[in-house]
């Protein structure tokens, strides 16, 4: 039995494939839309004729290719002469065995195909692997320092060919630092204005609050610095800014909607400074949306600052800054460096979805613990010091069959819009 099949970018072209090639009166076996348009597998009626002889056995969504002006097609067995016809009749339980047959036929065809391309996606990896094991190399630290693998097969596909390691990994850096865009030192403190700090819970936008509160006290006295707070639902959450605010001598106010925050910050329209620390919520929450209209409904330019926390992994990451940025983003502060494995994850997050990056912090104290971002001293800081062997680094053949891996549409995709203007020194 050959089970045939045909792709075409419409149903109507792969059905006039089969046609063609098939007759009119082929089985489709199934159909369905793949990222290239429209996928057929069919098998001549000759074929089908010597696996079952009655058509009724088709499997579930199977039919016959008939031309518009074409009768009904016959009952295969009225071909056989009559004396035989009774002899190969099936029993009426001969139809739901078929049926089973041919499922369990076209599974393992398909089985069998995806062995075949994961098998020779495999191979095609290690060939380029002996051509290229400079390439490789890099792109095994990218990827053990917490670089994604979209980012490194990018960066990879963009270094000088002939460059040895170390070469290769200079270049590599420096394209890394001209992509990881960093404000200007202490550019929020100097220039002041109204920022919110937004972002999921438990990222450290309280602490990270009186951080920049504290920097701003100590450049342009307290009397400049004004902090508010919306977050009236965790317990404990205003005090905890309360406190920070007196021991800064600066007045904490509390927000409940939007008339209210209009109000206020109309009242502290002199201020050189203004810090909102936002409720904590989950990415997924629908409160986010509220709050969100509350900040841009309130008539004031609020600039919203995105904490993301070092220790989150990228898929993580990813979610949260798609769940902020439609509404825009000012730029972010990285948090919790000091507890995360390594700083490639979210600096990787930053650079894909090309976000501006302030500050960095590293531990709790008030306000040492908080540093402008330097684009270069995070990378060096990234490669400098070499991973040790986890439960999560991977083996040369566990590397392999993970890197030969297709990337599916929407990967290839969001790579091509994540990179338009990737570029390198």
């Not at 006039?16 to 369905?32: C, H, M, P, T, Y």
């Not at 001209?178 to 309280?206: C, F, Q, R, W």
């Not at 920049?212 to 977050?231: E, M, N, Q």
């Not at 290839?412 to 994540?418: I, W």
Request: glycine share 6%; hydrophobic share 40%.
């Amino acid at each position: 039995m050959k089970v045939k099949r045909y792709l075409a970018s419409t149903s109507k072209e792969a059905l006039r494939q089969v046609k063609e090639e098939l007759g009119d009166d082929a089985v489709i076996l199934s159909n369905r839309k793949t990222k290239n348009g429209v996928e057929i597998m069919a098998l001549a009626d000759a074929e089908m004729s010597g696996l079952v002889d009655i058509p009724t056995a088709l499997p579930h969504g199977a039919q016959m290719v008939k031309s518009e002006k074409q009768q009904p097609a016959a009952p295969v067995y009225s071909k056989v002469p009559a004396v035989t016809q009774e002899l190969i009749e099936p029993p009426k339980a001969t139809p739901e065995i078929s049926v089973s047959l041919m499922h369990d036929i076209i599974a393992e065809i398909h089985a069998m195909k995806t062995t075949l391309e994961d098998q020779l996606a495999t191979v095609a990896w290690g060939n380029y692997t002996q051509r290229k094991p400079e390439k490789m190399k890099i792109l095994r630290t990218l990827l053990d320092v917490g670089f994604s693998p979209q980012l490194s097969r990018r960066l990879v596909d963009k270094l000088t060919p002939d460059f040895d390691y170390e070469q290769s990994l200079k270049q590599a850096m420096a394209a890394l630092t001209s992509n990881l865009h960093t404000g200007a030192s202490d550019e929020m403190v100097e220039k002041g204005g109204i920022y919110a700090l937004i972002g999921p819970t438990g990222v450290g936008k309280t602490t990270t609050t009186a951080k920049l509160a504290a920097r701003c006290v100590i450049r342009h006295g307290a009397d400049k610095v004004a902090l508010l707070t919306t977050d009236s639902y965790r317990i404990g959450g205003h005090e905890q800014l309360k406190i920070y605010g007196q021991l800064l001598g600066i007045p904490v106010r509390n927000i409940k909607d939007t008339d209210d925050l209009q109000l206020t910050l109309y009242e502290l329209r002199n201020k050189h400074m203004v810090l909102i620390d936002t409720i904590g919520m989950s990415q997924r929450d629908h409160m986010v949306a509220e709050q969100s209209a509350m900040l841009s409904n309130c008539g004031a330019d609020i600039k919203r600052m995105l904490i993301l926390s070092a220790a989150s992994n990228g898929k993580t990451l990813d979610e949260v800054i798609s769940a902020y940025q439609n509404d825009g983003i000012f730029g972010c502060i990285i948090t919790k460096i000091d507890e995360a494995a390594s700083l490639g994850v979210a600096l990787d997050a930053v650079i894909r979805r090309k976000l501006m990056l302030h500050y960095v912090t590293n531990g709790q104290k008030v306000p040492e613990d908080i540093h402008a971002a330097n684009a270069r001293y995070l990378l060096h800081r990234i490669f400098k010091s070499s991973p040790g062997e986890s439960a999560f680094t991977l083996q040369d053949a566990e590397f392999a069959l993970i890197m030969a891996g297709k990337q599916d549409e929407e990967s290839v995709r969001s790579n091509e819009k994540s990179f338009a203007g990737f570029h390198h020194d």
